[in-house]
């Protein structure tokens, strides 16, 4: 069973910076897309954003110009930049093959 195990969570000012990181169990597990979604309290689980094996990237439109995906092979991370207090939520890593697997999730706290 493969895990995704995910990392930098915290708390940050507004306009600050952070970077999420996450990392499969297995790295020779194939993956096709892995990504970030969030959750805020009260409210539904959202794409952030996601990236194929390619490189192809895919933004949710209220992180465009301030978030930045990347991936090396079974490890994505995320760059969040001009963090804004509505970007608090737990932040979950995601990967697909056969099936979805998701990390156990970090918080990320924006507040001054």
């Known amino acids: 069973q493969v895990q995704l195990v995910e990392s930098g969570g915290g708390l940050v000012q507004p306009g600050g910076s952070l970077r999420l990181s996450c990392a499969a169990s297995e790295s020779h597990f194939s993956i096709n897309v892995m990504g970030w979604y969030r959750q805020a309290l009260g409210k539904e689980r959202e794409l952030v954003a996601i990236?194929?094996?390619?490189?192809s990237r895919n933004y949710a439109d209220s992180v465009k110009g301030r978030f930045t995906i990347s991936r090396d092979n079974t490890k994505v991370s995320l760059q969040m930049n001009s963090l804004k207090p509505e970007d608090t939520a737990v932040y979950y890593c995601?990967?697909?093959?056969?099936?979805?697997?998701w990390g156990q999730g970090t918080q990320v706290t924006v507040s001054s």
């Open positions: 995601y990967a697909q093959n056969i099936r979805p697997y």
């Open positions: 990236i194929t094996s390619v490189g």
